[in-house]
């Protein structure tokens, strides 16, 4: 079964801080993706990559930043860290062949106070 | 612009009873609708999904309804236990696409 690693599983930070979430999946997946999930909005979309070096804007990508550095590493980050960005992230992974089931990680939740 | 809702936010049922939690769409060019299953402190699984190409999808206890003319979609639970009791989302991707578009979710409680 297809495993995807998040770390850490819980952050605070202070606003204007800087954060990295980090990503491993295990699967060789092609496409890796970064999610926010918030109470009354489901799971909004930041980032994905189709590969290393490949970086894919998503639907919510404001004051976010995303760099993948091998097949298997996709890294999230917060430069200015504002209150807004307090949720829980999702990193996920698919596989292109088939491009069907999306695999998703236990989440980290953020805090910004 | 919310491109894929879903109905209603939540929903209590008894065990035994059938669960029916609805989703529309708004882009013609989806073609792939998968359901996901989230519990508490877990990332979403998916649990089953349909093609435009059918009408009806079955998996055990799980029925997805697709009505393509309408773009809206259903997801029957039937025989509901206890331990369905998560978040349901229905989801959407068009052809040539590679990312999902998520619905809101449903909370569903299933009561003993």
């Known amino acids: 079964e297809a495993a995807v690693t998040q770390s850490p599983r819980n952050k605070v930070t202070v606003t204007g801080g800087n954060v990295t979430l980090s990503c491993r999946q295990t699967?060789?997946?092609?496409?890796m993706y970064w999610y926010r999930q918030d109470t009354g909005h489901g799971l909004r979309l930041i980032h994905y990559s189709y590969g290393a070096g490949n970086l894919q804007i998503g639907d919510v990508p404001d004051g976010y930043k995303a760099t993948r550095t091998t097949q298997e590493d996709f890294f999230l980050l917060l430069e200015l860290a504002s209150p807004s960005q307090t949720s829980l992230y999702f990193c996920?992974?698919?596989?292109?062949?088939?491009?069907?089931?999306?695999?998703f990680g236990k989440g980290t939740r953020l805090t910004v106070v | 612009q919310q491109q894929v809702r879903q109905s209603p936010q939540s929903l209590t049922v008894w065990e035994g009873e059938t669960a029916i939690l609805n989703c529309s769409y708004e882009?013609?060019?989806?073609?792939?609708f998968p359901w996901y299953q989230q519990f508490p402190g877990e990332g979403p699984a998916l649990l089953i999904s349909?093609?435009?190409?059918?009408d009806k999808k079955e998996d055990g206890r799980f029925t997805i309804f697709f009505n393509k003319r309408e773009k809206k979609l259903s997801l029957h639970i039937t025989d509901s236990q206890p331990g369905d009791s998560a978040t349901y989302f229905c989801?959407?991707?068009?052809?040539?696409?590679?990312?999902?578009?998520f619905g809101k979710g449903t909370v569903l409680l299933v009561s003993p």
């Open positions: 996920a992974s698919s596989d292109a062949s088939t491009n069907t089931e999306v695999f």
């Open positions: 882009d013609s060019t989806f073609n792939y």
């Open positions: 699967n060789s997946h092609n496409y």
């Open positions: 989801a959407a991707r068009g052809s040539g696409y590679n990312k999902l578009t």
């Open positions: 349909i093609r435009s190409v059918s």
